[in-house]
Structures are given as structure tokens and as C-alpha cells.
């Protein structure tokens, strides 16, 4: 049988698996990234892979990498991430590991996951959402990844939900979905009562004036953004993911009532809105199951 290394590679923690073609993770390790400066971590990702190999019972053909970063067009590297992890750019990881390597966005990886083995599998059309720090995402047509012009398809949260807004998202877009909904910016638009989307909830599941009315606010642009993109895309599901989801029905109760007010839904047709399988382990899986495709 098949099996693929998948690496995850993040800010704190590098997450590793050997996954075979049923999807079945047979080896999981976390080691920490350690961006220094130094490069030290391309060490530690190597250290990772050999780990990994070691534990195979069959040969690893290929390898599956998840970075944050714009990748190139062949997959090979990450093209274009500046600020973080000096060295990433243009390394080409296949070389340093000698094995076949295939290096893709973050949230692409987290769609690969779902596509293949998780809430997306047996859809031909899907959009993913990551709804965390920022908001991400990944499209998924006629059963295959779009990646797009310089590889940056589904930028879904640099969307303008105001452009009348002044604040402007790291791609330049006023009123971004991004900004209405991600917890880097919950202390602003709060104005400094809440530190966290999770203070935000809890003010929410109280009662609270003031926070029902933001996370409703939020939610609902969330939804009016999730409309526009089934009136563009037209997919069958919907997935989303990230630490905002687990908020459950917090979150899915309200969206679905305005996903029920703002989407178009010829003869009745619905696209179905899923939270994602996967969680920690997305990038690893969805990097080493786009790998496993391409053998």
C-alpha cells in the first residue's frame, strides 16, 4: 500500500504523519518549529522526515508539505512568504529531502483533507473557510484543488463586507470579511472590551447587549460573504473550520438563520454547510493526500 509523509509546518509547532491512501494516519509526531532566525527549523523538519521514514514499513515515495506561503506553480516551494520563517522562499524541499516533495498553502492543505477523507469527500465543488486568528480558505472545482494566478486562490477572507471601512486587510482590502470576523482584530472592534473571540462568546451565551450584538454583527456578515460566494461559486458544501468554529452552535445556529435569509436556492437546491473533520492535524493529512494523488 501507498504511503506519503505529511508535514505541517507552522509558526510554533512542526506536525508530522505517515499517511497511507486509505487514509489511515499510522504514525503522528510534533516537534517544535524553533524560527529563530538561524534556520534551525529546516533541522528540525528534516529531523521530522527521517523520524517518520523510520517508522514506515513500506518506502515512502513521497512527501506532502503544508506551509503558510504562497506556493509556485510546480508545488515545489513556497514562492512567497516575507516576515516569517527566513529561508522558507524558494527552498526546494525535495533536494534536502531527497524524496519527491509537494509543497502547498496551508488552507489548500486543509481542503485536501476534507476532500479526500474528511466532510468534503465525494463533493465535486467546495469552498473551505478558516476561521481563526484570520480567515482563509480553499476552493475545490470539479474535484481538483484551484490554486490560480500565483497560487493564492482562496484569499476568501480579503472579501470587502464595508468598503466604506478605513481599516484595511493585509492584502489591502477595506472592511474585510477578515476583519469582521477574525480574532486578531476583536479588540478593535470592540473598542477594548474583549481580548478574544472566546471572551466575546461568553459574553454572548450571557445575555450581553453589547456582545450579542457584535457576534451577530459578525456572524451575519459571515454569512452575507458565504451567499456571495454560492451566487460566484455555486458549490454543493460549504466547510468550515479553525478555532472559531468550535464554538458550535453558537456560531451555526444564528449563521444558518442568515444563510436561510441571503442564499439563492433555485428549486429549492440548498448548498450544504459542514464544520470540517479534520482539526490538527489538517495540513498534514490534506499535504500528504495531495501528494498521495500526485504519485
Known amino acids: 500500500m501507498k504511503v506519503a509523509i505529511g508535514i505541517d509546518l507552522g509558526g510554533t509547532n512542526v506536525k508530522g504523519i505517515l499517511l497511507n491512501e486509505m487514509g489511515e494516519v499510522l504514525e503522528k509526531h ?8 538561524d534556520e534551525r527549523w529546516k533541522v528540525n523538519v528534516l529531523e521530522m522526515v527521517n523520524y517518520l521514514k523510520s517508522k514506515s514499513q513500506n518506502q515512502v ?17 513556497i514562492a512567497h512568504l516575507p516576515n516569517r520563517l527566513f529561508g522558507l522562499e524558494n527552498f526546494v524541499w ?4 531527497g524524496t519527491p516533495t509537494l509543497v502547498l498553502n496551508d488552507a489548500h ?15 465535486k465543488n467546495a469552498i473551505l473557510l478558516t476561521l481563526g486568528t484570520g480567515v482563509g480558505g480553499g476552493i475545490l472545482i470539479n474535484g481538483e484543488l484551484y490554486q490560480g494566478l500565483s497560487q493564492m486562490a482562496g484569499h476568501l477572507g480579503h472579501i470587502a463586507i464595508n468598503i466604506s471601512d478605513d481599516e484595511r ?32 462568546l461568553n459574553a454572548y451565551s450571557e445575555n450581553d447587549s ?16 458565504m451567499a456571495s460566494l454560492i451566487n460566484v461559486f455555486s458549490p454543493e458544501i460549504i466547510v468550515l473550520s479553525g478555532g472559531i468554529t468550535l464554538a458550535g452552535n453558537l456560531l451555526f445556529e ?19 454547510i459542514e464544520k470540517a473533520h479534520f482539526d490538527d492535524l489538517s495540513g498534514a493529512i490534506g499535504a500528504a493526500a495531495f501528494a498521495l494523488v500526485k504519485i
Request: hydrophobic letters at 40%; aromatic letters at 12%; one cysteine or more.
Open 210 to 225: 453589547f456582545g450579542t450584538w457584535l457576534w451577530l454583527d459578525a456572524v451575519r456578515k459571515l454569512a452575507i460573504s
Open 254 to 272: 444564528p449563521l444558518q438563520t442568515f444563510i436561510d435569509l441571503y442564499e439563492f436556492r433555485p428549486k429549492g437546491k440548498k448548498t450544504k
Open 109 to 123: 492543505a486543509a481542503l485536501m483533507a476534507e476532500a479526500k477523507f474528511g466532510a468534503v469527500k465525494g463533493y
Open 61 to 77: 515515495e513521497i512527501i506532502g508539505m503544508s506551509a503558510p506561503g504562497l506556493a509556485n506553480a510546480e508545488n515545489s516551494c
Open 94 to 97: 525535495a533536494d534536502y529531502f
Open 30 to 37: 510534533y516537534i517544535p518549529t524553533s524560527d529563530e532566525g
Open 169 to 200: 486587510s493585509i492584502l489591502g482590502i477595506p472592511g474585510s470579511l477578515e476583519y469582521a470576523l477574525g480574532n486578531y482584530s476583536i479588540e478593535k472592534r470592540s473598542m477594548g472590551k474583549f481580548k478574544s473571540t472566546h471572551e466575546l
